[in-house]
């Protein structure tokens, strides 16, 4: 059974996720009854973690095995120090198809008692600690008025964001995700001249415990949802090609596709603002991967319009690239856990246009016989299925492909695409599976359909 409310939608953005959901084509094939029961999956499953947290090896540098026992023992080591000994216990996975990803099954709900003393964060740290993270100090609204380092206190979630900060109590729509040990008191986080910063609250009682990795093998592991990583592996990156991810930050995809390669070739990627490209930089040197050349760059202006420009950086002629990573600005109502979403219609709407100005741009930037993957963390079929029927229609050199691994459900119905078409799409869809992860034991093959919520296309450039 659900723990946890379903997503908190603005009514109208609710109403327009149905009309996609409980689409003629949708109701024709599946039925009323089926498309009802999906949707309010989705809205459910939302709220809620997967029931993995899924970790990406850098098996370039090191082999997967030895990197799951360098990690076993690290996360042992972590928990010995938070719980009585007969309480530790590590249960790390290799993945049956994807040779570089590690699975750690995710241990909740579990039983924890509220206590009286009570923190409140945001939402967004809220969704942060049931994924494994501790309360850092930036994301804590209301603590209690003479909280002290050493507090053993409760922490909510504010759903709605209508918690004043620096309260001392809260009354508001809240959700319990745990208890915790207050690493600060409360003068340290709301009364200094400088933004308090470092961890707030050391979570002990999660409702959901996932370890921590924060510091933990920082150049061999990267926690990243197990979709993004299907991403780099479609992509099939080869040493010695030249490769543009359009939108790459923070890096993780981008690192990922280097490391595919060998580091041998030319990985180039953009993004528009300055300090996510110092985070791309950042990660490629934490993996030592030497092949990354990243830029502070509008995708959407990389296409030269000198047919005979030869610098290293944007813009880039056309047919410059083996292969391109659009893995697009989107709405992301496919992320998880998310309890609450305060955008309006509108600006869930507005990612379509964006969209098809960088699908136009990396069209003209792939060579012939080149492949595009185009990717989004989000459900609408604005942004996913539409845009594929859309880019089909609008350049007749583009053909889908076969996808591999391919360990999602094929596309969604509702776009008109033909039945073949929808096959070779790949859309993780955790709504289709929700009641079964539910109530059964987690096992590596459930890894594949509880994920986020994620859409992977694939097309070659004839």
Known sequence: MPVFPRISLKPDVIEHLKSVFLNNEVLETVGLQEAECRFQNLLSCLSHPPSYTCVRASTQLVPLEEIRCQLEEELKKQQMCGLPPEDVSIQILTHPK???????????????????????????????????????????????????????????????????????????????????????????????????????????????????????LPSLVFLQNLPSVVVGHVLGPRPGERILDMCAAPGGKTCHIAALMGDQGDVVALDRIRNKIDKITENAQMFHLRSIRAYCFNSIEAVSSDPAQNSEGPPFPPESFDRILLDAPCSGLGQRPNMANTWTLKEICSYQPLQRKLFHAAVQLLKKGGVLVYSTCTVTLAENEEQV??????????????????????????????????????????ELSWDHTQTAAASPGSADSDTIGFFIAKFLKN
């Open 389 to 430: 029927a859309w880019a089909l229609q609008t350049f007749p050199c583009l053909t889908l492909q076969p996808q591999e691994p391919h360990i999602g459900a094929e596309g969604m119905l509702g776009a008109g695409l033909s039945p073949r078409q929808l096959r070779l799409l790949q859309r993780f869809s955790p």
């Open 98 to 216: 994807i040779s570089d990803v590690l699975l750690l099954p995710v241990d909740g709900p579990r039983p924890v008692k509220q206590l009286t003393s009570e923190v409140v964060v945001g939402a967004q740290c809220g969704s942060a600690v049931l994924r494994g993270a501790h309360v850092f100090a930036p994301g804590i609204i209301a603590c209690p008025k003479f909280m002290k380092v050493g507090d053993v206190v409760s922490v909510f979630s504010d759903l709605e964001g209508r918690c004043t900060r620096g309260a001392t109590s809260f009354q508001g729509n809240k959700v319990f995700v745990g208890n915790g040990v207050a690493e600060m008191d409360r003068s340290s986080i709301f009364c200094t001249d400088e933004p308090a910063r470092g961890i707030g609250v050391r979570m002990v009682e999660p409702l959901y415990r996932s370890p921590s990795f924060d510091g933990v």
